[in-house]
């Protein structure tokens, strides 16, 4: 198996045709979106197809200038936008909403096209984008206060709750509209301002997002978009985190990077929310419905090729149940992956972002390999950016694909036989995102889900993010909540009124 980093095998017949993107042309942008003006920058940057390498268009490649003109224009719009009644702000919410549902097959298009997911999962990304406009557009109006009862009867005691200024919105590649209609929907229905920075690698949904915003009423210097290339990411981060005009940062991306921005928003204490990297555990006990368990394992791991901050890593089954299950996993691979462009109906599986990504997956597979793991289904990598989907067993708690984040279609199997063990190899990990686990027994549901030191638990469930719920980790897996009720909190500051001087 020593050949694992180097073998090369070719994909389906189908991917040796060419692809174009074909959208409607008010959706495909490529300049900057800046205090509701298009803007060129001095240079451009290519955005590729993952599937094909090709290039599909060049996007403006802002600099520390436009990232300062923007914080600007956000700090002014903000003067006006934060006096707008929550009723406004819903209504011009909703009304994006409605216009992302519209356009929903172009806006799935772009994604399948620079990010590489199969355009099914895009029109399920496009759905989860715009339910967190219409959500956030409800919750706009429910932002309340608080009337405290006074210990004295002179004086009467509020909290105020009122939007916190502008903020920055830093966004990865893998959920190129979601993670911003997350974040930028809660911001705005606070009466915050923003200023997005998408991932280099994902820049066309987010440009066409804020061509849907001014569409709907959303005021120039709202929602500011400021993409660039990966060489100019530095600069143009150092002023979203840095300048003293932004009050608030909101990342998603690697635990790394998220301390980098933490480190830079220090000066300026400026208020943080991180979604950072996972490492998620799925615990399939000797009690589970082995099917359930099975259909849980295929969600979790293989939606995105693998590449979700809330994907399982680590695969951990009890001894009785160990071979039927992995027997019933590598036959449900066989069925039900199929590898290709995300543009192709038949596709379930597409490229990793990148062949930085592949080779991160392909040393993960040699280092098991070489520890004594056996692949069971796949392990090839192939033309391109493309991975096979690969399950390994013997695998053991030594080997690199235990210990770090994977991004990507491998699924390793520890074998376990009690439950305090399973527990105490899900629990160490210094990140804490999401975890999983199958159990028909009710008390051990209660146990493990408190036990299991994550921020987010789906119990014989494989799939569980929903605007209605929370969603964000413990550890270093980052800072606040997004989505729910509670992530509109994330996006304002208290304010205790005290009302004096009263006759009683």
């Known amino acids: 198996m020593s050949s694992l980093c180097v073998l090369r095998t070719r994909l389906p017949a189908a991917m040796q045709r060419r692809f174009s993107l074909d ?13 509701g003006r298009w803007v060129s920058a001095a240079s451009v940057f290519p955005v590729l197809d ?42 011009v919410l909703r009304k994006w909403f409605d216009l992302l549902t519209l356009h929903k097959e172009d806006l799935a298009r772009l994604i399948t096209f620079e990010c590489g997911k199969p355009l099914q999962e895009s029109r399920g990304e496009i759905a989860y984008s715009a339910s967190f406009l ?7 109006r429910r932002v309340y206060g608080d009337v405290v009862p006074s210990p004295s009867k002179d004086r009467k005691i509020l909290l105020l709750k ?26 705005l229905a606070a009466g915050c301002t923003v200023v997005v920075k998408p991932a280099e690698d994902t820049p066309l949904s987010a440009l066409a997002l804020a061509e849907l915003a001014e569409q709907a009423g959303v005021p120039a210097g709202v929602f500011n978009v400021v993409p660039c290339s990966r060489e100019r990411t530095p600069s143009v981060g150092q ?50 419905d082995v099917d359930m368990a099975v259909s849980g394992a295929m969600n979790s791991k293989f ?24 027997e019933k996993l590598g036959r449900a691979m066989d069925a039900d992956l199929r590898l290709g462009h995300g543009s192709e109906p038949n596709t379930t599986q ?51 694909c235990t210990r770090e984040e994977t991004f990507g279609p491998l699924l390793p199997v520890l074998r376990f036989d009690t439950e305090e063990e399973a527990l105490a190899i899900a629990n160490a990990s210094n990140v804490g995102l999401a975890g999983y686990f199958f159990s028909q027994d009710v008390s051990q549901i209660w146990r493990v889900a408190e036990a299991l030191e994550v921020g987010m638990v789906g119990v014989n469930e494989g799939l569980l993010s929903t605007p209605e719920a929370t969603f964000g980790g413990v550890k270093q897996s980052g800072l606040g909540r997004e989505g729910s009720k509670y992530g509109v909190d994330e996006y304002l500051e208290v304010k205790y009124m005290c009302f004096g001087g009263l006759k009683p």
């Open 350 to 400: 597409g490229p990793l972002i990148n062949n930085r990504a592949a080779e991160k997956v392909e040393a993960q597979i040699s280092d098991a390999v070489a520890r004594g793991a056996k692949v069971l289904r796949g392990g090839q990598r192939l033309e391109g950016s493309f991975l096979q989907p690969t399950l390994i067993t013997d695998v053991t708690t030594d080997m690199i």
């Open 23 to 35: 959208v409607s042309a008010p959706l495909l942008r490529t300049q900057g979106y800046i205090d």
């Open 134 to 140: 219409e959500w956030f557009s409800e919750e706009a």
């Open 303 to 326: 939606r995105n090729s693998g590449q979700t901050c809330v994907c399982s890593n680590r695969f951990l089954v009890q001894s009785r149940i160990h071979d039927v299950f992995v």
């Open 162 to 187: 009122q939007p916190t200024g502008v903020a920055s919105i830093i966004t990865p590649w893998n959920f190129p509209s979601a993670m911003i209609t997350r974040k930028v929907g809660a911001a």
């Open 239 to 288: 002023v979203l985190c840095t300048d003293p005009l932004v009050a608030k940062i909101s990342f998603t991306g690697s635990t790394a990077t998220g301390k980098v921005l933490l480190k830079m928003a220090a000066d300026t204490v400026k208020k943080a929310s991180m979604e950072l990297g996972g490492h998620a555990p799925f615990i399939v006990f000797d009690s589970a």
């Open 50 to 91: 993952p599937a094909t390498g090709e290039e599909i268009t060049r996007v403006s490649d802002c600099g520390p200038a436009e990232a300062k003109q923007a914080v600007d224009a956000a700090y002014r719009a903000f003067q006006s936008w934060k006096l707008r009644s929550a009723k406004d702000r819903s209504v």
